[in-house]
Nanobody, 126 residues
Framework: QVQLVESGGGSVQAGGSLRLSCVRF????????MSWFRQAPAKEREAVAA???????WFADSVKGRFTISQDNGKNTLYLQMNSLKPEDTAMYYC????????????????????WGQGTQVTVSS
């Protein structure tokens, strides 16, 4: 069993920065995909950023140039560095892991992800 625990959320003003962390416990093999999703009230969950086992990355157009995704050397901790935050970035942010290699074909499709964290809230005020 895999457990994902996010942290680092909070409240910031527009233009500020936050760094989210997601620690992975349990199954020792590395997932094929580790991703960040977010969900704002009354909106669907959307993919924000993802990284594949070969360290390739993907970002949603809305966050390109502002967010970066990375992992520690052991690939047990996933990070999301968020800069130049905007009020529209306000959402609950979730970490997700996929052990299916097909996840690379559709980083942003939650169907491929079998493990999710509990979420961490990010609030950006104008």
């Amino acid at each position: 069993q895999v457990q994902l625990v996010e942290s680092g959320g909070g409240s910031v003003q527009a233009g500020g920065s936050l760094r989210l962390s997601c620690v992975r416990f349990g199954y020792t093999d590395s997932p094929y995909c580790m991703s960040w999703f977010r969900q704002a009230p009354a909106k669907e969950r959307e993919a924000v950023a993802a990284t594949y086992i070969d360290d390739s990355t993907w970002f949603a157009d809305s966050v390109k140039g502002r967010f970066t995704i990375s992992q520690d050397n052991g690939k047990n901790t996933l990070y999301l560095q968020m800069n130049s935050l905007k009020p529209e970035d306000t959402a609950m942010y979730y970490c997700a892991a996929s052990f299916r290699p097909q996840c690379r074909m559709a980083f942003g499709n939650p169907v491929f992800y079998g493990f999710w964290g509990q979420g961490t809230q990010v609030t950006v005020s104008s």
